[in-house]
Structure formats: C-alpha cells, structure tokens
T-cell receptor
C-alpha cells in the first residue's frame, strides 16, 4: 500500500544534542510537509517543499532545518533541541498545488522527548 | 490572521447518541474546508473536503455540512470506534499550500 512512513516513531534526545527525524513516501507526491503538534494543540506547519522548492514558515525557529534529497525522502533536523521542542512531529504529503494540496496524507508521527 | 475555532473541545456520547461538532472560521475568500480524523498517537487522516455553502459530504455515520461561516460534522448513531479527535482546517489566506488547523474536538463514544 502507498503510504507515508516516519522513523523513528519515538525519539529521545538530550537537551542541545542534534537530532534528525526522517520521512519517506511511496505516493510519489510533489509536496511534503513537516508539522509540529503539541498535546491538545493544532498541528503547526513548520515548512514544506514543493518538489525541491523550500517554503519556510515565518515563525519557524532557525533551530529547525529540513532537507529533501529526492522525491521520496524528507528530513527534519533540530540543531539544538530545547525542552520546548518536545512534541509530535508529523510528516505529510499532497499531490500537487491548488486544491489538491489540502488533501494531505499524514505519516504516523515521531514523538520527540527532550531530556 | 487566519482563525479556525472548534467546539466543543471534548464531547462524550453514549453509543447511538447522535450529535454535531462545530468548526467556525474567519478566513475570507474560503478555498475549501477540510475535515480530518486523528486517533491517539497517530497522524491525521483526511475525511472530507467542502468547497461551497450548502455542500454536504457523507461517509458512513459522518456527514459534513458547510455554511458561509461554519461547518458541522454530524455523527449519527456513533459507535465506540468513532472515538477520535476531529480536526477541521482551512487554507491560509496567503495562497500557499498551508492549512490552518483548529485544535480539534475530542470525541469519546462509550459502549
């Protein structure tokens, strides 16, 4: 089945220690997104790629970076995690721009704990 | 600023007890309203898209409706497996691929 896969599902890192979360998709979608979701909060868009075009949200901290080496993979790098970065990180894809962009397919998420 | 407000925050129903969830939005020039379901510890799952006032979509026990200022998700004769958080979202006014999500309504259906 075509899907969005996130690894690892659970990640524990130390305060200030860089961490990378990964996302892969078999849907062959052009657009890939990274969201941060804290408990009982709405998913918050960090950035997205349309193909190789990177789109950063204005309020995304510089501590968060992303890479998309090819259509299938996208990575979220947190350079110096703080306690406030503990959250669920969701990767999503969509087929294209326009109205199709809003029918997004989410992965299961990576739960990040910062100690 | 885009704003999506969902109510209630949490809803407990008995199996078979029908009810509705509300999503109100303030974005102008709506380019669609989207409903997602999120199970605990999982990513949201797309349910419906609504584009214009008066439009309705149905899936099993769920029916979504849209007016000019709000959307309702009606749940008819719910079952315990309908328990989840239901999120609504609208496209950002900026015209990008960005979706603005509400905080969701956590639905619990007791057997």
């Amino acid at each position: 089945d075509a899907m969005v896969i996130q690894n690892p599902r659970y990640q524990v890192t130390q305060f200030g220690k860089p961490v990378t979360l990964s996302c892969s998709q078999t849907l062959n979608h052009n657009v890939m997104y990274w969201y941060q979701q804290k408990s009982s909060q709405a998913p918050k868009l960090l950035f997205h790629y349309y193909d190789k075009d990177f789109n950063n949200e204005a309020d995304t901290p510089d501590n968060f970076q992303s890479r998309r080496p090819n259509t299938s993979f996208c990575f979220l790098d947190i350079r110096s995690p703080g306690l406030g970065d503990a959250a669920m990180y969701l990767c999503a894809t969509s087929r294209d721009r326009g109205n199709r962009a809003y029918e997004q397919y989410f992965g299961p998420g990576t739960r990040l704990t910062v100690t | 600023e885009d704003q999506v407000t969902q109510s209630p925050e949490a809803l407990r129903l008995q199996e078979g007890e029908s009810s509705s969830l509300n999503c109100s939005y303030t974005v102008s020039g709506l380019r669609g309203l989207f409903w997602y379901r999120q199970d605990p510890g999982k990513g949201p799952e797309f349910l419906f898209t609504l584009y214009s006032a008066g439009e309705e979509k149905e899936k099993e026990r769920l029916k979504a409706t849209l007016t000019k200022k709000e959307s309702f998700l009606h749940i008819t004769a719910p079952k315990p497996e309908d328990s989840a958080t239901y999120l609504c979202a609208v496209p950002s006014e900026g015209g990008s691929e960005k979706l603005v999500f509400g905080k969701g309504t956590k639905l619990t259906v007791n057997p």
